[in-house]
């Protein structure tokens, strides 16, 4: 019982280990756009050949300024513009239903560990 217990703990640290020593290679940005706009043809199953090249194209210029620089600032701009250049590919439909699968994905906030935050004292209705 004691060996398998060393053998699994020293089996963790060595893949502990190697995971730092050889992390997962990152995605190129033409992976990340190919899996994106992958991913939007199934959501709108998209059929246009011209329509799904400029979505390629297009997530494949977002991917590259995601690349050069990750600030908080940025990113929201770079959400905002390829929002604005998203529209001028899509029908509105296709948007539209674009968006809310979006929105469906949003993480929602968690609920407390353990349940409602306690009440203060001065919140608590009075005893009679």
Known sequence: MKR????LVLFGMAAGL???TFPAPRRTAEEEARKQTGMM???LSLNDSVQIDTLYRLHLKYARLRRRSNTRQEE?????LFSDELKGILTPEQYNRFMSVQ???LPRHRQPLFGRMPQRDSDR???P
Do not use: G, M
């Open 76 to 80: 929201l701009n770079r959400l905002v």
């Open 103 to 105: 929105v469906d994905s």
């Open 41 to 43: 043809v199934r959501e």
């Open 4 to 7: 398998s217990v060393l053998v």
């Open 125 to 127: 209705p009075a005893k």
């Open 18 to 20: 190697w995971s730092q």
